[in-house]
């Protein structure tokens, strides 16, 4: 879903977005209303389940 972000006084584009990998769930974006800057900033919760077969040492990439 396109969220208009961009100019904060009358947003007509979605010019900004939250990238995520695809091993995250995201909850629905939100504009924020604060307009202290030219773009709308944008919010989601995002989680994380970890697998039995997974680590959080494995997550976060660190090795051996």
């Known amino acids: 879903t396109s969220k208009l972000t961009y100019p ?3 947003p007509r584009l979605a010019f900004d977005h939250i990238f995520v990998t ?3 769930k995201t909850g629905e974006p939100e504009v924020l209303r604060f307009k202290h800057s030219d773009h709308l900033p944008i919010s989601t919760e995002v989680s994380y389940s970890i697998g ?7 997550i976060a990439g660190v090795t051996g």
């Open 52 to 58: 039995a077969r997974e680590s959080v040492a494995a």
């Open 22 to 24: 695809p091993r995250l």
């Open 8 to 10: 904060s006084c009358s």
